[in-house]
């Protein structure tokens, strides 16, 4: 099976045997590989249906909700993991979720498109319209992202609230970039987070 970029850096930071809840968990596809590589106990909530049942068909556990909603609904420390990829910028209450991510999992993996990736700056200036790129695929009036965050707006947003970062990946293309020029070339980035 293969992974997104993201997932493929989470899953191989995840401890074997730990207890996993994938929050925006798509078709399980994390889950899967965590369960079948390392023997992870993982759980998802999904808002999708029609993801919640191809999960349901690969034999895992996932249950479907709203991340905005039902995320408070689950105890302290629950979890030695909460994953949040490519969700956070979808959610109403990026705050409030992240919060509940942090509350429930010892640690957090939280992934996110750049929004201030050069390709983006580029289109803006060029044309004056929002962004399509390849990582940012859909048109401003049918995308699912809602917070256009950047690198540099997370790393004030965890800063402000004395989130630890623990370690944090910033992808480019096929490749990687370093934390100096995150901002402006990572398209993608994935940080393991505490508190």
Known sequence: MT???????IAGH???GSRVLDVGCGDGALMAALRDGKGVDARGLEIDG????A?????????????DRDL?????ASFDYAVLSQTLQTTRAPDRVLGHLLRIGGLAFVSFP???????????MRGGRMPVTRSLPER???????????????RAFLGERGIVVERAWFLAG????????ANLLAEHAVFLLKV
């Open 3 to 9: 992974l997104r970029p993201d997932l493929r850096i």
């Open 14 to 16: 995840v401890a074997p």
């Open 50 to 53: 029609a993801n919640v049942a």
């Open 55 to 67: 999960a349901l068909a690969r034999g895992l556990s996932v249950v479907q909700g709203d991340a």
């Open 72 to 76: 408070a609904e689950y105890p302290d």
């Open 114 to 124: 750049n929004f201030a990736h050069w390709r983006v700056r580029l289109s803006l």
């Open 140 to 154: 401003w009036y049918d995308t699912p992202n809602i917070h256009h965050l950047t690198v540099d707006d997370f």
């Open 174 to 181: 096929t490749g990687r970039t370093g934390p100096a020029l």
